[in-house]
């Protein structure tokens, strides 16, 4: 499967606790994007990578959250002190080609619940 | 904040019929893409519509987008029960080098009865 991998797919955890997701993009995917869905919402966007820069941030992510795409490849998001307004889905995309027509690919998503 | 708004939000129909659901963004954009997404799965790409187009095909979908009125529609023809979904719609802004950054609208529930 040369899609884009996200791992783990489910994630339960007590409120306090860290949490690191990882996704791994379409091999040669350059471009990397995080999203976070709500239930019965779309996604939103939280960050964007160029190989291993992180380019623009939104303000949905706070500063208990980080992003890492140190090689270039893969990514993780991690997310420190969870609250139960972290619960959601963690999604991950990659794209190329051109600017004005660009697809992203979606991967299966991380489902996090904090109890 | 969500840019696009789908119409409706829930839609309700027999196999074999039409489903067409309308989507409404704010601001400019350099496309405007819709996605699918099966329960509790990853989002699939659908169709891309340049903000230059004004209709496009693929398969059983048909697209249009009227930047004028900054509205799009999805038209999915002869309706499967493999089509139940969620749709949404996302308009694509350039940001930096080269990344499009996509604004979901809340999506549309498609259910297909057999």
């Known amino acids: 499967d040369t899609g884009v991998s996200q791992n783990p797919r489910h994630k339960i955890t007590k409120r306090g606790q860290n949490v690191t997701f990882r996704c791994d993009p379409i091999?040669?995917?350059?471009?990397l994007y995080w999203y976070r869905q709500t239930l019965g919402q779309g996604p939103e966007f939280l960050t964007y990578?160029?190989?291993?820069?992180?380019?623009?941030k939104s303000r949905l992510l706070s500063d208990r959250f980080s992003a890492e795409r140190p090689k270039g490849s893969f990514s993780t998001l991690e997310i420190q002190r969870t609250e139960q307004g972290d619960s959601a889905m963690y999604l991950c995309?990659?794209?190329?080609?051109?600017?004005?027509?660009?697809?992203?690919?979606f991967g299966p998503g991380t489902r996090l619940l904090v109890l | 904040s969500q840019q696009g708004e789908e119409d409706p939000q829930a839609l309700s129909i027999q196999e074999g019929e039409n489903a067409t659901m309308n989507c409404s963004y704010k601001?400019?954009?350099?496309?405007l893409q819709w996605y699918r997404q099966n329960s509790g799965r990853g989002l699939v790409h659908l169709i891309l519509?340049?903000?230059?187009?004004r209709e496009k095909h693929s398969g059983r979908l048909r697209v249009t987008l009227d930047t004028s009125k900054k509205s799009s529609s999805l038209l999915i023809t002869a309706s499967r029960a493999a089509d139940t979904a969620s749709y949404f719609c996302?308009?694509?802004?350039?940001?930096?080098?080269?990344?499009?950054?996509?604004?979901f609208g809340g999506g549309t529930r498609v259910l297909v009865k057999p």
């Open positions: 519509i340049r903000s230059n187009e």
């Open positions: 996302a308009t694509a802004k350039v940001i930096k080098a080269a990344g499009n950054k996509l604004t």
């Open positions: 995309a990659s794209s190329a080609g051109g600017i004005f027509q660009e697809t992203q690919y």
């Open positions: 091999s040669e995917h350059n471009r």
């Open positions: 990578f160029q190989n291993e820069a992180q380019l623009e």
């Open positions: 601001t400019s954009i350099n496309n």
